[in-house]
């Protein structure tokens, strides 16, 4: 594997079925973790109906993680009824920790991005103009465009503890 997508689902708080299919891991509102229908290594080779389809042009050789929030989003001062909670955002911090260390995935912005970050830096595929993760409610002082920063040094964080 060679890098980390995070996404949120725009749902409710609990995993539905559709999105187990879409996601390899999602995190919901307490921060328990559910494993999606297909691992990780399912994306080293994309076959159809074979692996997490979670990254328009990006999913071979990516893990795909979600929090399963934002439904009605509109912006950070409308971000609906299911906004990501801190419970929620600090467990999907030190999953991706946890998962750069199983994989050996060094943290940059290349190996460890929102899927907002990869339709900016992949504009010819259908994850351009993705609003996740543009907005993180626990932390409302990030700015749309330091939201990935804040992720990848928060996941660095965890991954000093051990």
Same mark, same amino acid.
Request: hydrophobic share 35%; glycine share 10%; charged share 20%.
């Given at each position: 594997?060679?890098?980390?997508? %995070?996404?949120?689902?725009?749902?409710?708080?609990?995993?539905?079925?559709?999105?187990?299919?879409?996601?390899?891991?999602?995190?919901?509102?307490?921060?328990?973790?559910?494993?999606?229908?297909?691992?990780?290594?399912?994306?080293?080779?994309?076959?159809?109906?074979?692996?997490?389809?979670?990254?328009?042009?990006?999913?071979?050789? *990516?893990?795909?993680?979600?929090?399963?929030?934002?439904?009605?989003?509109? *912006?950070?001062?409308?971000?609906? *009824?299911?906004?990501?909670?801190?419970?929620?955002?600090? @467990?999907?911090?030190? %999953?991706? @920790?946890? %998962?750069?260390?199983?994989?050996?995935?060094?943290? *940059?912005?290349?190996?460890?991005?929102?899927?907002?970050?990869?339709? %900016?830096?992949?504009?010819?595929?259908?994850?351009?103009?993705?609003?996740?993760?543009?907005?993180?409610?626990?932390?409302?002082?990030? @700015?749309?465009?330091?939201?990935?920063?804040?992720?990848?040094?928060?996941?660095?964080?965890?991954?000093?503890?051990?």
């Amino acid at each position: 594997m060679k890098r980390i997508i %995070l996404h949120w689902t725009a749902g409710v708080y609990h995993p539905n079925t559709h999105e187990l299919e879409c996601y390899h891991y999602l995190v919901d509102k307490d921060g328990n973790i559910h494993n999606g229908k297909f691992k990780p290594e399912n994306n080293e080779i994309c076959k159809p109906g074979q692996y997490a389809a979670h990254t328009g042009g990006g999913n071979t050789g *990516s893990i795909g993680i979600a929090l399963c929030a934002m439904a009605g989003f509109k *912006s950070r001062n409308e971000c609906g *009824s299911y906004p990501i909670t801190a419970k929620q955002f600090e @467990a999907a911090m030190k %999953l991706c @920790a946890d %998962l750069a260390k199983k994989y050996k995935i060094n943290i *940059s912005p290349n190996t460890l991005m929102t899927h907002y970050e990869f339709g %900016l830096k992949n504009p010819n595929t259908s994850s351009a103009g993705k609003i996740d993760i543009i907005y993180i409610p626990p932390y409302p002082w990030v @700015a749309q465009n330091d939201a990935g920063a804040f992720i990848r040094s928060k996941v660095k964080w965890y991954m000093l503890q051990g």
